[in-house]
């Protein structure tokens, strides 16, 4: 069973929308969430990181953290089409080697 | 910026050859790893390394061997390459805990 999950597979957003995407851990002793960013053809790099309870901004991206349930969800807001890319989320705990990934969302913003 | 390399970009191998995977990280990173992506199964975690001389299994390490023979290095090994290992590999290096850093990947046709 995946350990991290997200959703959805596949988001459609117009050039200026809002893009929601979600990523939940069933491993309770996680600490740590990241999101990274892959673009076509090319390797995924870091975006943002979550560690603490409550919402972090950083121009048009927001990600927010529930360590209560293991959730975690990351927000583009203007979303132009060099956002398109496949957003990976990743989680592991401090005492941990290891981070495990979701199988990711593909993002498609049309112009 | 932290600077991660893999060698060869692209390798075509026949079933049953063997296949060496290069990656070298100049970050001194104490922890480095090797993945694959696959479309629908994300990035999969091989082999991880916490230090030089030391290799430990990841999630699906069957049919992989992993060296670290010093800070710099880390090596995937496919001794009897199946076209079920045709791919796309990654390396990576970051501390525990911390944001990992990817080399530019290595597209294996195994035929």
């Known amino acids: 069973q995946q350990k991290v999950q997200q959703s959805p597979e596949s988001l459609i957003v117009p050039e200026g929308g809002m893009a929601s995407l979600n990523c939940t851990s069933s491993d309770r002793n996680v600490d740590y969430f990241w999101w990274y960013r892959q673009h076509s053809g090319k390797s995924p790099k870091m975006l943002m990181?979550?560690?603490?309870?409550g919402e972090k901004e950083e121009g048009r991206f927001t990600v927010h953290l529930n360590k209560a349930s293991l959730h975690t969800s990351l927000h583009i807001r203007d979303s132009q089409p060099s956002d398109s890319a496949l957003y990976l989320c990743?989680?592991?705990?401090?005492?941990?080697?290891?981070?495990?990934f979701g199988k990711g969302t593909h993002l498609h913003v049309l112009p | 910026e932290a600077a991660v390399t893999q060698s060869p970009r692209n390798k075509v191998a026949v079933t049953g050859g063997k296949v060496t995977l290069s990656c070298n990280q100049t970050?001194?990173?104490?922890?480095m790893y090797w993945y694959r992506q696959d479309t629908g199964h994300g990035l999969r975690l091989i082999h991880y390394s916490y230090g030089a001389g030391s290799t430990e299994k990841g999630d699906i390490p069957d049919g992989y061997k992993a060296s670290r023979p010093s800070q710099e290095n880390f090596s995937l090994i496919l001794e009897l390459a199946t076209p079920s290992q045709t791919s796309v590999y990654f390396c990576?290096?970051?501390?525990?805990?911390?944001?990992?850093?990817f080399g530019p990947g290595t597209r294996l046709t195994v035929l």
């Open positions: 990576a290096s970051g501390e525990r805990g911390a944001e990992q850093f």
């Open positions: 990181s979550i560690f603490s309870n």
């Open positions: 970050n001194n990173h104490n922890n």
């Open positions: 990743a989680a592991t705990d401090t005492n941990a080697y290891k981070v495990i």
